[in-house]
């Protein structure tokens, strides 16, 4: 089954002019690095999460953001940091980088997120931090995750690189923990591109965090060149070279500003999905729950090769025959050699997150999508599967 149509790349995003005019504005202005547009962008990123300025930090990366709030928080050594297994590889490697212990806590099966009852079970004399991640924009189940962390003095790093809309119970995604660590790469929500951000609840400890995010100087760059003339800095740590730039940041805001538009887009796709394959032999996402606001970032099916006919990895080849891009969101962090070989991890101890892992699929969803797109998508899945 093959097929001549254009090839629907998985996750575009939609870039429309306003980002193409603020981009060409920065160029013109010979400011690429990190200078206002940068500092716009976190002054946006502020009043979208009802956050002061000082709250909030931009990086290079969700990656980044992970990182140096781990450094910031001041976590010992070696100390275990408990998150899910049912990430991306960044979650689990920004704590090794950190110097920090990861510990996997398996994920509830319909949700998809870390399960807090693993999480506690998880907790050792060790343990100091808890990474959790909002999957495909549902938000984790906070009253439980912030019981626990309160119970035995546990940070709280938010792991939102999915969840830039995302809510529970009104509150915002990633306001609840000491930190929240947003992504902005090429297939979000928002995007810059590449870049990040990092918001918390301590402004000293936001500080630090942008102290450590461009080598641990104590001026960044526009406060050292702007016109207000030059300004000495002094390195007060060791720190990373992790800022974003304004041409990252000149994407950024316009992208914002279209954000409740692109999410009502998304909305309205997923729905489509729902209604198209109910009569189909997949497993499809859990609804959201009440009084949560879903950010629609993936729409992930599960095919089983028993109930569908065909594997997983068959389907993804089928979907790449007809042209249409898809994702795996993900394999399990344990079915990697890379941590098998350090940890000595094996998918069976995290049960539910290997069977995610081993059957999932992420089908386009992305407000640049039209319907014909969407209805493409529909009768390709629907013809795989018989």
């Not at 110097?99 to 949700?111: F, I, Y």
């Not at 090429?186 to 301590?202: F, L, Q, S, Y």
């Not at 990373?240 to 796709?269: C, T």
């Amino acid at each position: 089954m093959t097929s001549t149509e254009p090839f629907l790349v998985f996750g575009s995003p939609l870039i429309e002019q306003a980002e193409i005019d603020e981009v060409l504005a920065c160029m013109r202005s010979s400011w690429l690095g990190t200078g206002p547009k940068v500092a716009q962008f976190e002054r946006d990123f502020a009043d979208y999460q009802h956050l002061p300025p000082s709250r909030v930090a931009a990086v290079n990366s969700c990656t980044a953001a992970l990182h140096v709030s781990m450094v910031a928080a001041g976590l010992e050594p070696g100390a275990e940091v408990i998150t899910t297994p049912m990430t991306f590889c960044a979650s689990v490697n920004a704590i090794i980088h950190a110097g920090l212990t990861p510990v996997l806590a398996d994920v509830d099966r319909q949700t998809q997120n870390i399960d807090a009852a693993a999480i506690e079970a998880a907790i050792t004399p060790r343990t100091r931090a808890i990474v959790l991640v909002h999957f495909a924009g549902r938000p984790c189940e906070m009253d439980a995750v912030m019981a626990i962390a309160h119970k035995y003095n546990l940070c709280v790093i938010e792991d939102c690189a999915h969840a830039i809309e995302t809510s529970w119970k009104g509150q915002k995604a990633g306001t609840f923990g000491d930190f929240g660590c947003f992504s902005f790469y090429a297939t979000k929500n928002v995007t810059t591109g590449e870049g990040g951000m990092v918001i918390g609840r301590d402004e000293a400890l936001i500080a630090r965090a942008k102290v450590l995010a461009l080598h641990g100087m104590s001026k960044d760059a526009w406060h050292r060149f702007g016109d207000s003339g030059y300004k000495h800095y002094q390195v007060v740590e060791a720190g990373f070279k992790y800022n974003m730039m304004d041409l990252q940041a000149a994407i950024g805001s316009p992208q914002l500003a279209r954000v409740e538009r692109n999410w009502l887009r998304r909305q309205q796709i997923w729905r489509m999905y729902m209604e198209a394959f109910a009569d189909c032999p997949v497993w499809l996402p859990a609804p959201p729950a009440a009084d949560t606001l879903h950010a629609y970032h993936l729409f992930t099916i599960m095919v089983d090769e028993e109930r569908c006919g065909i594997s997983r990895d068959a389907f993804l080849d089928a979907m790449n025959d007809l042209r249409i891009g898809t994702g795996v969101h993900y394999q399990a962090i344990p079915e990697h050699p890379y941590y098998q070989q350090r940890f000595g991890w094996r998918p069976e101890q995290w049960p539910n997150a290997m069977w995610l892992g081993r059957r999932t699929v992420s089908l386009p969803l992305s407000p640049k999508l039209s319907d014909a797109d969407v209805a493409r998508v529909i009768a390709a899945v629907r013809g795989i599967l018989g």
